[in-house]
């Protein structure tokens, strides 16, 4: 056989190797992904109804202003 041949052989099969190894690390991060469990959202729900109640009170106090006409405002 020529050197040639040999060489494209190695070479041929270093890169089917190669790839073998990175599939297998391409899998085993989507498993650590996977293993990730989701972060506690309660906290931040709460606050956005608290948010909500706040804005409400706001804007009926602002419906109630306008309401009222301001006599310095003409």
Avoid: H, Y
């Amino acid at each position: 056989m020529d050197i040639k041949i040999i060489t494209g052989l190695i070479g041929s099969a270093i890169a089917i190797g190669s790839l073998f190894v990175f599939q297998g690390q391409l899998i085993q991060r989507v498993d650590t992904l996977e293993s990730r469990s989701a972060p506690d959202t309660k906290v931040i729900e709460q606050d956005i109804t608290e948010l909500k109640s706040d804005i409400a009170v706001l804007k009926t106090k602002i419906a109630e202003m306008r309401a009222n006409e301001n006599p310095l405002a003409r």
